[in-house]
Every structure is written in C-alpha cells, then in structure tokens.
C-alpha cells in the first residue's frame, strides 16, 4: 500500500507549546494523525484555578425505606408463549459476501454509536488534545482562546467539519474544561480513563474504591427454571428511539456530519447522494417522528395485553454538536405524550439515557453546587414526567440521582439505575469518580432488603455495565454486586449499543490471582489452551434492547419479554423472549408502509432449552464453533438488516466477547479462550 508521508511543524506562537504532527495520508483515504508530544513539558500537574472547593461527602441518606405497595396487578391471563423449536433444524442465514478486499478492511467490525468518539479520535490524538488543553490552562488562557486552538486541530486532523468541531467545543467546552481542570490528571491518565483498553492500562490510584457488601446470612436454595406452563407477565422493552424533529425525507443520508438525514446535512463529496427514505433511513440518521408514532401504533394494536412496558432511554437525536437544555426537553416531553397517547392505561417504568444530558453524557454528581452546571434541570423535568407512572416516594431518589425502586408484586421489584453515573465521557468524573451519587450505595441496600423480604429484583438501565462506556472501577464494583445478590438478581436490562444482543455475568469466587497462576500453570502442564479462561460458573444475564433508531446500518426493532408471573416459589425469571421489526427499504417503496414482523424468538432459534444463563454461556461456545449458527445471531444483531456490514473471524470475536464481558475493561481475562476457537 502506498504512502504520501508530510511533516508539518507547528510553532511555539501558533498553538503556546512545543510539537509536531506527523499526518500520514495512505491510498484508502484516510488521515491518521500521528502527534508526538515534548512529554517531559506536560508531566506536571496543572495547577487549580478559581474553581469552588468541592465537598466530595454526600450527606444524603441513602438508606431509605423501600417502596412496599404493590404497583401491578396478577396478570389477567395466561400469555401464549411463543411456539419453540418450529422447525427440526437451526435456520442458516447466509453471510453477507466480501465484494472486495478493501470493503472488508474497512469494515471488518460493526460500528457502534459509543465507539464513534473513540474511532474518531484515537487514543494518541487523545492524549495530544489534552495536552494542548493542558498546556493552555497552565498558561491561563481564555476559553475564547482554547477553542480557536482546538478547533484549529479538530479541523486540521479532519475529525470533524469546522462547523461540527466548533460546535463541540461549544457544547461540552463549558464543562470538559472546569472539569478537567480540576481533575489534576496527567494526559495518559486521562485517556486512559476515558478510552479504557484501548489507550493502555495506566494506574489510577486516586480512581480505585470499592463498595461494601454484607455478608449473606441466608440459605441458597437452588432456584431452577419453570418446566412446566406458569402465569407470565408481557413485558415491552423501547430503547433508543432518538427522535429528530429535523429529519427531512429525500435529503442526504451520507453526509459530512456525524447526524446525517437534514435539509441543512451537508452532503458527501466522495460518494453517490442517497436520499432520505420516508420511514428512516440507513446509515448515519435517527428516527422520523412518523415512524415512532406508526410502531407505538403497531404496537398498541397487535399487543394489547402488554402488562407493563420498561424504557431504557435515549430519547433525543445524536446531534450533540448542536444541542440545547431546551431542545432536549422538548424532545422527552414529545416522547412521554407519545407513550401516553398510546399506552394510556399501562404502567410504564423509564431509565435515562445518556443522551437526554446536555452537553451528552454529563451527569454532574450532587457535589457539584454551581448552578451553571448542576444536572438538576433535568431531573426535576424527569421526576415530573415520571411520576405520572412512579409512587411519590421515588421523588426523593429521582431528584437526587435519577434512579428509583419500586415493588411491582409481593416478592417482585424493579430497580431503575442511572448508569449515566459509570460513563466515561461523564467529565466530571475525571474529578472524581467515586460512587456518584451514592448510588451503588443505595443499590446495595435496596438489595439486601429485598434479599431479607424474599423478593426477586429485575434491574434496568442504559448504558450496560459491561460496555466500553462504562468505568472500569464502576463497572467491577457492580460485578462484584451482582455476584454477592445473584440469587436476588434474576434479570437485567439495557440499551445503548443499538445492536440485539446481551451481556454475561460470572461467579467471581475462582477469580483470585492464585486461581489464574494455577491455572496458567495447568494449561503449561497439559498443553491445554482451554484451560485459560478464568470466568466462573454463569450466573446472570443482561439483556440489551435492540433500538428503534437505524443509526447506525440497523433496521429498527422493539422487544418483548415473558417473564415469570404470580406462583409459589416464581424467580420471576425471563422465560422467552421475541425481536419484532420492520424492514425500511420496502417500508420506503412506494407509498408503502412498515410491516412489523417478529423476527425471531430465543429459544427456538438458538434451540435453547431456558434462558438461564447456563444456556446463554453454551450458546456463546456453539457460535464459536458454528458459523452458521454465529451468521443467525449476526442477522438479529442488526435485524436482518441488508446494509450489515460484513463480519470476518475477528469480527466474530469481538462480539462473541462482548456477550462475555459484564464487566468493563476486562476481555483479556474473559474471553481468553476465545482467541483459541
């Protein structure tokens, strides 16, 4: 492959320090910005401005009673379960063919919408921004002045148009700069943090903390999945609608801005203009309002016996460049009349996404006291909306943190967490990251009672803890929570990664740095590479909704649960669960419509006996030994979607260890034995 290699050198006047930037420009049309730093110059702290003299305790009382009157009533009837095993073998799908070499090299992985930063700006680059930010605050610059300096380099290594770089630093300006200021971490650190993996593994003492949990004083009892027919509740999972108000039929759906599907988009100079479909559209685009309403209708009709509905967030577009507190709480009030509108008479319980926040991502914890940036504009619009389904005592928790528990039946609740506290684009969190808002905290103690009353706890939110997103400190210390309550905890929920697919919780027990010294030792002595995987016996599953948005390649999708209802002895365990879909590039023929199809059900296309985790570990290691079977969970991934891109063995890798990975930041060890299928 050739290379057009050119140096361009900076000066001291131009950007207030000493470096260079190597770009290299290769045949395929990318630019990879190689910036090496003068480090010794930026090793030092920088020194704290004016900024408040924060108080990191959290007087709030986080050991509340727990909510303890029922908000559901038994299920009226027996649901009709979804018919299992329909046809003698697994259905084969295809893989999508590799036209050329070159396609494949470029999209060898699916995209997810959390990786776009983390494609966008590489780990070196990162640690080139923060510097540049670095050196700017020690010399006391203006704001005014480090954007024109970072956007001069936003534009100059080609991450973004002009217009979408100056409206990032705009946007999260305002409080990536205060918060990184006050963080007092060196460049590496910071990637580190932010990127995880990815950017190496830097030790972050002042980051490391750990959650207590009681001892478990009462008797396991094995808890086996029904065999026989029981009660069920219906259970609807919506995530990631990401409406947009702005979408525009026929406009340009490959543009030069992240968000794509505008009249204003401007529109690609190196491919073929495809319009906007009427529906929605592939590629870099959101949900129409048209197609929100037509699938909630949908919805409404042919699921009528829907018991209660769990939303896991996302609600406004991914135009973060170009977002207001105003506009998004336009959209969440737009998105909750719309539930109401249709499902008027149906308990609905919501967790927040991260994209409801302005600037996205940032959740300033309550030791935040600035009135400027403060997060309470947007719980206490939360709260309001929410408590047109929520009992007044969740107002307490919601106001404080956005998170809530409430009992849906005697020795069943629901726990609603605000994992927005474990992202890292979460800026305040360079600040410190420590239990933010004492919500693990709280978890705990709400776990324990309902260990000591006997109740099965479903949770729900919207970043997975096992997502790149999510802190690895945060992340290990859920782990370890889910572990210590496994017999309380029988089933999570997610959204965020837009793809149809699910996360895998181990028993850490046998995790010790002794167990895997002596497991390295025995995989020596018998030559046996299977012996390196370090995971423990399975022992819960999250379940990650598919989203409604395309964004990105994905036909839009909705999920429904069977969950174990009212008997003696209900885990109130998940015991099926359906996809339901439409596919847009018929949906946009014509004067045609969605056709809202179910597309598969999990136990009958991945032949699974339940949905224990037992089972979701088999079919991780059956995927890995069964192309074919893997190519099926492919096409759900992106339900059934033509425009997939198209998966190669490292591909099939990666998203086999995503479904391994519960906790952040830890692949190498979960998914060791992967490397060897």
Not at 106 to 114: E, F, G, S, V
């Amino acid at each position: 492959m050739k290379m057009a290699v050119s140096v361009v050198f900076y000066k001291k006047n131009a950007f207030s320090m000493d470096w260079f930037c190597l770009q290299v420009r290769c045949s395929r049309g990318y630019l990879l910005g190689l910036c090496l730093l003068n480090i010794l110059k930026f090793s030092a702290p920088v020194p704290l401005l004016d900024n408040e003299n924060f108080d990191f305790e959290d007087t709030w009382n986080f050991k509340i009673a727990p909510h303890s009157i029922p908000l559901l009533e038994s299920p009226k009837e027996n649901h009709i379960l979804p018919v299992v095993y329909e046809t003698d073998e697994i259905l084969k799908v295809e893989p999508l063919d590799a036209a050329e070499e070159e396609i494949v090299g470029a999209n060898r992985l699916p995209k997810k919408i959390h990786d776009v930063i983390r494609t966008k700006i590489p780990c070196g680059v990162c640690k080139l921004g923060v510097g540049l930010l670095q050196s700017h605050l020690k010399n006391g610059d203006s704001m005014e002045e480090i954007k024109i300096k970072i956007v001069a380099l936003c534009v100059t290594l080609k991450i973004e148009t002009e217009a979408v770089c100056t409206g990032f630093v705009d946007v999260f300006g305002p409080e990536l700069v205060p918060a990184y200021n006050t963080s007092n971490l060196e460049p590496s650190k910071t990637c580190s943090m932010i990127f995880g993996e990815s950017c190496g593994s830097v030790s972050n003492e002042i980051h490391e903390w750990d959650i207590e949990t009681p001892e478990n004083h009462l008797q396991a009892i094995e808890e086996k999945f029904p065999k026989v027919e029981v009660p069920t509740f219906k259970v609807l999972h919506l995530s990631d609608t990401h409406l947009d108000p702005d979408y525009a039929e026929g406009s340009p759906t490959n543009c030069e801005e992240p968000l794509c599907c505008r009249n204003y988009s401007t529109p690609s100079t190196n491919e073929t203009i495809i319009p906007a479909g009427r529906w929605g559209s592939y590629n870099k685009c959101d949900s129409p309002r048209i197609l929100i309403e037509n699938m909630l209708k949908f919805i409404s009709l042919e699921h009528p016996d829907i018991d209660y509905i769990i939303w896991t967030g996302d609600l406004p577009p991914h135009d973060i460049w170009n977002q207001t507190q105003q506009s998004n709480l336009d959209i969440i009030k737009e998105s909750v009349e719309q539930m109401l509108r249709y499902f008027p008479n149906i308990p609905i319980f919501p967790a927040v996404g991260n994209h409801e926040s302005v600037p996205a991502g940032s959740f300033a914890p309550p030791w935040i006291k600035n009135e400027t940036h403060t997060i309470g504009w947007l719980y206490t619009n939360l709260a309001d909306h929410w408590r047109k389904w929520l009992p007044s005592t969740s107002g307490n928790t919601l106001l404080h943190g956005a998170f809530y528990s409430v009992l849906l039946r005697p020795g069943f609740r629901l726990i609603s967490l605000n994992t927005n506290y474990c992202h890292s684009l979460n800026w305040w969190l360079l600040v410190n990251s420590t239990d933010p808002a004492d919500e693990l905290k709280w978890l705990v103690h709400e776990l324990e009672n309902a260990e000591i009353n006997n109740e099965k706890v479903h949770i729900i939110g919207h970043i997975p803890p096992g997502s790149s997103d999510c802190l690895k400190t945060w992340s290990r210390n859920f782990y370890s929570i889910v572990d210590r309550f496994q017999h309380t905890i029988t089933a999570q929920f997610y959204g965020h990664t837009h793809a149809d697919e699910f996360e895998l919780f181990y028993e850490t027990n046998n995790y010790s740095k002794k167990s895997k010294r002596k497991r390295w030792w025995q995989a020596l002595k018998n030559k046996d590479k299977s012996l390196l995987t370090f995971t423990g016996r399975p022992i819960n599953v999250a379940y990650l909704g598919p989203s409604i948005t395309t964004y990105e390649n994905n036909n839009p999708a909705f999920r429904i649960y069977y969950v174990e209802g009212d008997h003696e002895r209900s885990t109130r365990a998940v015991i099926d669960h359906e996809t339901w879909t439409t596919n847009l590039d018929l949906a946009n023929e014509g004067d045609n419509e969605p056709i809202w199809y179910k597309l598969y059900t999990a136990k009958d296309a991945y032949r699974l006996s339940s949905l224990h985790p037992e089972e979701w570990n088999r079919l991780i290691k059956n995927m890995a030994d069964d192309p074919d079977l893997f190519n099926l969970f492919y096409r759900n991934y992106y339900r059934d979607s033509s425009h997939r891109p198209y998966c190669d063995a490292q591909c099939r890798i990666q998203i086999l260890c995503d479904l391994k990975t519960g906790k952040s930041q830890d692949r190498l060890h979960l998914c060791n034995e992967l490397q060897y299928a």
